[in-house]
């Protein structure tokens, strides 16, 4: 059973559009979020983090949503850009001291 | 400041037999943790040491063991390959543990024939 779910294993989006990529998580008792990125032959890269005291935290072009109720977090991107283009994974530890990882959204970014 | 790195990089063995794989942390970073990269499964959590003791340790047999040295270097072994244990093995360290912003070496990708 996915505690940590990305339903969209890829995602293709114009140049310069936002790219929004998604997650579900089925444990309300999660304390913060963790968004990867990947590209191949490398190590995931730590992008944005948000605590679960917070709905929203922004990074340049990056924000991550937290929606609590809806058990769902969401990283957008906006512009998208060409180097944007990799996997992206969310992560959450848990109490337990262990983390669970999405099993990642492939974006596309299109010229 | 270098990064996180892992050897070797590729690796082929043959069911039945062990592998051991290596990582070196940043500089002052005093943990480091494992992970299991599968098409199937996707990141899994093997393991996390902290000052050469074992922290914490994810759901994975027996088979899959680590270590860290004084240095914070630190190894990973698997005895007795199976097929399934094909997979991306990633390593990542922070300056005092936990898994807040961590840092991903490039991986050691190891196949099972």
């Known amino acids: 059973d996915q505690q940590v779910k990305q339903n969209s294993p890829s995602l293709s989006v114009q140049e310069g559009r936002i790219s929004i990529l998604n997650c579900d998580y089925t444990?309300?008792?999660?304390?913060?979020f963790l968004w990867y990125k990947k590209y191949p032959a490398e190590g995931p890269t730590f992008l944005i983090s948000i605590s679960s005291i917070k709905d929203k935290n922004e990074d340049g072009r990056f924000t991550v949503f937290l929606n609590k109720s809806a058990k769902h977090l969401s990283l957008h991107i906006v512009p998208s850009q060409p180097g944007d283009s990799a996997v992206y994974f969310c992560?959450?530890?848990?109490?337990?001291?262990?983390?669970?990882f999405g099993k990642g959204t492939r974006l596309h970014i299109l010229p | 400041k270098a990064g996180v790195t892992q050897t070797p990089r590729y690796l082929i063995k043959t069911r039945g037999q062990q592998v051991t794989l290596s990582c070196s942390p940043i500089s002052g970073h005093r943990s480091v943790s494992w992970y299991q990269q599968t098409p199937g499964q996707g990141l899994q959590f093997l393991f996390e040491?902290?000052?050469?003791?074992?922290?914490n340790k994810g759901n994975f047999p027996g088979r899959f063991s680590g270590r860290q040295f004084s240095n914070s270097r630190s190894e990973m072994n698997v005895s007795t390959l199976e097929l399934g244990d094909s997979a991306l093995y990633l390593c990542?360290?922070?300056?005092?543990?936990?898994?807040?912003?961590?840092?991903f070496g490039p991986g050691t990708r190891l196949t099972v024939t």
């Open positions: 992560a959450i530890p848990n109490r337990d001291d262990k983390i669970i």
């Open positions: 040491y902290f000052s050469e003791t074992q922290r």
């Open positions: 444990n309300s008792m999660f304390d913060y």
């Open positions: 990542a360290s922070t300056r005092q543990g936990g898994f807040h912003e961590q840092y």
